[in-house]
């Protein structure tokens, strides 16, 4: 599908918003090859290829394994991903699929084992925010090109 609409110029307030949020989600204690495992696990769950090739990029040119990066739907059955990675990500798969799976209160408690209230937060915004870029990126045609 090709781009439909052109929305960073005909809706640039909005984006303005969605960017001023991704410096908020880059500026937090997170781990940034953490923060992109999510983005990558979020967008493999929504079907955006072109957040899972954004973001794949991204984490290699921080220092991310292609190991990490190709089994990253298989997280759970992987023992190269920390306790910490692994409860994020079971986060990520809970918030991204929130109608079906919520967030028990037993996640959060293994969450807050690694995790502050703040990183909690945090999470749950990065979290939100590329569910957000998966869904517009879907909706208006984006696909990744030929590098």
């Not at 769950?45 to 794949?56: F, P």
């Not at 918030?95 to 037993?106: M, R, Y």
Request: aromatic residues 8%.
């Amino acid at each position: 599908m090709k781009q439909q609409i052109n929305y960073y110029k005909l809706a640039p307030e909005a984006i303005k918003i969605m960017m001023e949020m991704e410096k908020y989600t880059k500026a937090t204690g997170i781990d940034h090859k953490l923060r992109e495992l999510i983005k990558i696990r979020a967008s493999q769950i929504n079907g955006c290829a072109y957040c899972i090739d954004m973001h794949t990029s991204e984490a290699r040119e921080i220092g991310e394994t292609e190991q990490r990066i190709y089994c990253l739907s298989t997280w759970k059955e992987c023992t190269f991903y920390t306790d910490a990675e692994k409860a994020a990500l079971e986060l990520t798969e809970h918030i991204t699929l929130i109608p079906n799976k919520g967030v028990p209160a037993e996640l959060y408690n293994r969450i807050s084992k690694h995790f502050s209230e703040k990183d909690y937060i945090n999470l749950v915004f990065i979290i939100n925010q590329i569910n957000s870029w998966n869904r517009i990126s879907i909706s208006m045609g984006n696909t990744p090109t030929v590098k």
